[in-house]
């Protein structure tokens, strides 16, 4: 919270960037800029807490695992009606 207090104290303006992940104190001192200086880039993330952060990176990790094939019916030949085998 000192760096935000320094924010706040100096006289001229003060520009926040944030380039990946701001969150917990991150995004208060973010907020800390002058008015009209704070900026984010457009793939960075604002998160209030540290476990929301946890929470949004394990639901992204979820997303990107590959998921196991299903087993598909009807597939084989042995139907009885002589057709071909899908492939």
């Known amino acids: 919270m000192a760096i935000y207090d320094v924010v706040q104290l100096v006289r001229a303006d003060v520009s926040t ?15 800390a800029g002058s008015k009209g200086k704070q ?3 457009n793939i960075a993330e604002l998160v209030s807490s540290i476990r929301a952060a946890k929470k949004q990176e394990s639901q992204k990790a979820k997303k990107q695992e590959p998921q196991a094939p299903t087993a598909t019916s009807g597939t084989s030949s ?3 009606k002589g057709g071909k085998k899908k492939r």
Not at 17 to 31: E, P, R, V
């Open 17 to 31: 960037i944030a380039l990946g992940i701001a969150a917990s104190t991150a995004s208060i001192i973010l907020g």
């Open 39 to 41: 900026l984010m880039q």
């Open 78 to 80: 042995k139907s009885g």
